[in-house]
């Protein structure tokens, strides 16, 4: 009989032991959930500010490269207008020039005739024998 207490009495402590163990390991179980829920919470929220920032930067981003562009074509149109102007300033100044060449060619080929004028009177009035009796 005193094995049968003694059985029992193991029993019994093992029972009571594995409960308040159980007890302990519920608790720290519905703790360690509630830190879980808390972090995932947290996480949670984080997660969707970020990606709210994320949203905001691609809308930035998309924002500046539209400018970008837009700027880069305003700049192209600016650059092709003054290309023009610069064509038509270098046109005209070639057309001054061509004229300028034109007077110039003009002017030589008269000093030429001149000049061979100049010296077939020259020679005219060297040949000539009455005009060292004239002066």
């Not at 092709?80 to 030589?108: C, G, H, M, P, W």
């Given at each position: 009989?005193?094995?049968?207490y003694f059985?029992?009495?193991?029993l019994?402590?093992?029972?009571?032991?594995?409960?308040?163990?159980?007890?302990h390991?519920k608790?720290?179980?519905a703790?360690?959930?509630a830190r879980h829920?808390?972090?995932?919470n947290?996480?949670s929220?984080?997660?969707?500010?970020?990606k709210?920032?994320?949203?905001?930067?691609?809308?930035?981003?998309?924002?500046?490269q539209?400018s970008?562009?837009k700027?880069q074509?305003e700049?192209?149109s600016?650059?092709?207008?003054?290309?023009?102007?610069?064509?038509?300033?270098a046109?005209?100044?070639?057309n001054?020039?061509?004229q300028?060449?034109?007077?110039?060619n003009?002017?030589?080929t008269?000093?030429?005739n001149?000049?061979?004028?100049l010296?077939?009177?020259?020679?005219?009035?060297?040949?000539?024998?009455?005009?060292?009796?004239?002066?």
């Amino acid at each position: 009989m005193e094995l049968i207490y003694f059985i029992s009495g193991i029993l019994t402590v093992g029972v009571i032991y594995s409960i308040v163990l159980f007890k302990h390991i519920k608790s720290s179980h519905a703790e360690l959930l509630a830190r879980h829920q808390s972090q995932s919470n947290i996480s949670s929220i984080r997660n969707s500010e970020f990606k709210e920032k994320y949203r905001d930067l691609k809308l930035l981003i998309g924002d500046i490269q539209s400018s970008m562009e837009k700027d880069q074509y305003e700049s192209l149109s600016e650059i092709n207008k003054r290309i023009k102007e610069l064509d038509t300033v270098a046109y005209e100044n070639l057309n001054k020039i061509q004229q300028s060449n034109q007077v110039f060619n003009k002017n030589v080929t008269d000093a030429f005739n001149e000049i061979g004028q100049l010296k077939t009177n020259l020679k005219t009035l060297a040949q000539d024998p009455n005009m060292l009796s004239r002066y």
